[in-house]
């Protein structure tokens, strides 16, 4: 690990480790200098390195790949295949799967389940024992269960179950899109491009209410979302000939 650290630095390359919540890894991977880490660090690892080390991590836990893991072919899984297809009709119409689909995925034995459970839960401890970490935004979509979008939206509520809403809400915006080095680094700053999130409801209050998002503002591009398209077809602002989904604020050329 060491070796290649080197090389990468050589070439100005920078590394990320996904370590699978191996605390071997994780620690061999801290030692050899390495900043960047995806899946879930478990609880044990804190009696092990001082607590400050982990503040220099770019963290993307990954949180709602074990958690499906866990709950595979479950009725617990299929309570939430539920919630989520109520969350998002287009991933009902389109990504979902059948009930039956988890059940013939997964072989873990009871034995194994509960395994899976407890390392679970180790790692939501760690994640509740640290502080001022900088966590990424990072589904792990495409591994057992996880969808696009959707995925993200799962993450969010593990975070925000241990975290609370404010703090995710930093995590997906200012602490993602710094890491990213987006232009707005995820704030509103004087003198810098504004990425806003326009909601009808609160999404500190609830995470729930980022499905009331009604407008995105891109710099000088916005656009109007609405619940079904006959919406937006009879309540467009733009001149004729415009663009319905982007439209320059100010002065039309």
């Not at 609880?43 to 893991?69: C, H, K, T």
């Not at 704030?187 to 995470?207: C, R, S």
């Not at 995105?216 to 937006?232: P, T, V, W």
Request: hydrophobic content about 35%.
């Amino acid at each position: 690990m060491y070796q290649l650290k080197k090389a990468a630095d050589s070439e100005g390359i920078k590394l990320a480790l996904s370590a699978f919540g191996d605390e071997f890894s994780i620690l061999e991977g801290m030692n050899a200098g390495i900043s960047i880490l995806y899946h879930p660090i478990p609880d044990e690892i804190s009696g092990r390195i001082a607590s400050g080390a982990f503040q220099n991590l770019n963290w993307g836990p990954m949180f709602s790949v074990y958690y499906y893991q866990k709950i595979a072919g479950t009725s617990e899984w299929e309570t939430d295949l539920n919630l989520m297809k109520e969350w998002s009709s287009y991933f009902a119409k389109n990504l979902a799967p059948e009930p039956e689909f988890a059940g013939k995925l997964t072989e873990l034995q009871e034995e194994d389940r509960l395994n899976a459970e407890r390392e679970y839960k180790s790692y939501l401890a760690f994640l509740g024992r640290q502080k001022n970490l900088n966590i990424l935004l990072s589904s792990g979509t495409g591994n057992l269960h996880v969808y696009p979008g959707i995925g993200g939206w799962k993450e969010m509520e593990i975070l925000s179950g241990v975290l609370g809403n404010q703090e995710t809400i930093r995590i997906a915006t200012e602490s993602t899109c710094s890491f990213i080095e987006a232009p707005h680094e995820g704030k509103i700053q004087e003198g810098k491009p504004a990425f806003i999130n326009v909601f009808t409801e609160d999404p500190f209050i609830d995470l729930k209410n980022l499905k009331t998002l009604q407008r995105i503002i891109a710099g000088e591009i916005y656009y109007d979302l609405y619940k079904n398209s006959s919406d937006r077809k009879s309540d467009l602002h733009g001149k004729k000939g415009q663009s319905s989904s982007q439209k320059k604020r100010g002065k039309q050329k």
